[in-house]
């Protein structure tokens, strides 16, 4: 993306049902952590969810490979700075918390990319991770995003585990809104930059809200979340 693009999607992003919740989320899992340290937020694009680190009390860093993201996250008062989740020029055992929402399903050498999450964490360090699930709900929304893949949650399980990583927790996500997804032709779901209505932007909203209660995370979702620990 350009300056230009992201700018808007980053414009979106604050107005987004998708976004909101999932900040939502990100903020009900960092007052279970408790006591505040220092956080990375890996592919964090104009640093929204850093923003929710910050005002949580985190001492948080954005990372992410576009330099127009980084620009835009530091024009926000955003720490941030380049780098490729494959070999980040940062050290080892130095953060509490690293963040890769939307992040591994991008990178061809996810692997890679899972040991690095681990390397940066102090031992009892938390990751919190969340990818896009099922190829079966594979559409030209995830080629259009620059997806590899999505993935299971034995894949997911294994990348983690072969990363060093113990797993503490993993649950589906955008549970409710799955059927919608493969009914509308994989579209009405998906993250994009286009802006849905007011009327459908506060509807899909809600119904994302309502797992903060009901007890859908074992079933099949759009997403998976995952929570895990460095040695």
Request: proline residues 4%.
């Amino acid at each position: 993306m350009d300056a230009v693009e992201i700018d808007r999607a980053m414009r979106l992003e604050d107005r987004n049902w998708w976004h909101r919740e999932r900040r939502a989320l990100l903020a009900r899992r960092l007052r279970r952590l408790g006591t505040p340290g220092r956080a990375v937020d890996l592919g964090a694009a104009g640093g929204g969810n850093t923003r929710v680190l910050v005002d949580h009390g985190w001492q948080a860093l954005a990372v992410d490979c576009s330099e127009a993201a980084v620009d835009h996250a530091r024009s926000r008062g955003v720490e941030a700075m380049w780098g490729d989740i494959r070999n980040l020029p940062l050290p080892s055992d130095e953060f509490d918390l690293v963040v890769a929402f939307d992040v591994l399903e991008h990178i061809d050498d996810d692997a890679a990319a899972a040991t690095e999450i681990n390397r940066l964490l102090r031992s009892g360090g938390t990751a919190l991770i969340a990818v896009p699930c099922d190829m079966r709900l594979w559409s030209a929304s995830d080629v259009a995003l620059g997806r590899e893949r999505r993935y299971t949650r034995d894949s997911l399980s294994m990348l983690l585990l072969d990363a060093g990583l113990t797993i503490e927790r993993m649950w589906s996500w955008n549970v409710l809104l799955r059927p919608a997804l493969r009914w509308r032709g994989r579209k009405a779901a998906c993250r994009g930059l286009e802006e849905p209505s007011p009327l459908v932007n506060g509807v899909l909203g809600a119904v994302v809200w309502s797992e903060r209660i009901l007890p859908v995370g074992r079933l099949p979702g759009i997403s998976l979340m995952a929570e895990a620990r460095s040695h």
